[in-house]
């Protein structure tokens, strides 16, 4: 699925809206059949599909490809210790407790920080495969992942040579479908490439200095 539409920077207003309104159309008609033959890789499949909506995309708007991501924004949360360890993180109007067990100090009423990390990439991967599956036509009866990842919290507690965070991460998917298993292989080929916790983790993602507020 082509993640990136541009709007040119002199576009008027009347043309981005209009380019928006084509482009959230293409999405629901892309047909990402296409991954699954056997001839093509998903590489070049994803190739064909995204020269496929910029042609498109192109010809019914008028507006070329450079310039801002249509579908940029930023997504927000606010995370507040109520506890000894424990905090309380929040999303929209969504809260989600977060803790350590007891022999790492905490009071195990949540998950810890790096186990939710590693729901939030089975959740995307799943939200994913959910989305790609109606497009390729894949039926799926039942779906989930298993997700395991290896870390050494002698990092986090300052050893040298011991990276802090998790030094490899694995999936394996459970698959309840009457597609065939190729056609199974080019949606979950799909979903590592367009997941976007998996692409934050994998690629990784610059991380600002952190500012401090002093509260009084």
Known sequence: MLIHFYYSKIAKKKKREKCIKIVKQLIEKVEFSTCSQNALTKKRAMSIINI??????KKQSGIGEEGFHIFEKTNK???KRVGKVAVDVQARNFTVRVD?????????????????LLCSLGACQLVAASAFARQMRV????????VEGD???AGM???????????????????KTDAQPAKVQALIDLVEMRCPVGDSLNSGVPME????????
């Open 52 to 57: 496929k909506l910029s042609s498109l995309i």
């Open 77 to 79: 949360v606010i995370a």
């Open 100 to 116: 350590e067990p007891r022999e790492s100090g905490g009071e195990d009423t949540g998950m810890n920080p790096v186990e939710l």
């Open 139 to 146: 039926d799926l009866d039942e779906i989930w992942v298993e």
């Open 151 to 153: 870390m050494d919290s």
């Open 157 to 175: 507690m300052g050893y040298t040579g011991i990276r802090p965070g998790y030094q490899n991460i694995r999936f394996v998917f459970h698959v």
């Open 209 to 216: 200095k952190a500012k401090i507020i002093m509260e009084y």
